[in-house]
């Protein structure tokens, strides 16, 4: 967790904010803002972190 949060804080993302999209359940780090269900456990519970 420590190393995808580093990554996301020290990376450049122009015109938005830094945010980390990851499930609540398995903890996997997901690639997109829109999705509605974790592809690896099914998971609705999605949090959203904004840096």
Same mark, same amino acid.
């Given at each position: 967790?420590l !190393? $995808?949060l @580093? $990554? +996301?804080?020290?990376? =450049?993302?122009p015109?938005?904010?830094? =945010?980390? +999209?990851? #499930?609540?359940r #398995? *903890? @996997? @780090?997901?690639?997109s803002k829109a999705?509605?269900r &974790?592809?690896? &456990? *099914?998971? !609705?519970?999605?949090? @959203?972190?904004?840096?």
């Amino acid at each position: 967790m420590l !190393r $995808r949060l @580093t $990554r +996301v804080l020290w990376s =450049s993302e122009p015109e938005s904010e830094a =945010s980390l +999209v990851e #499930c609540k359940r #398995c *903890g @996997t @780090t997901l690639e997109s803002k829109a999705v509605e269900r &974790c592809p690896e &456990c *099914g998971s !609705r519970d999605i949090a @959203t972190y904004f840096f």
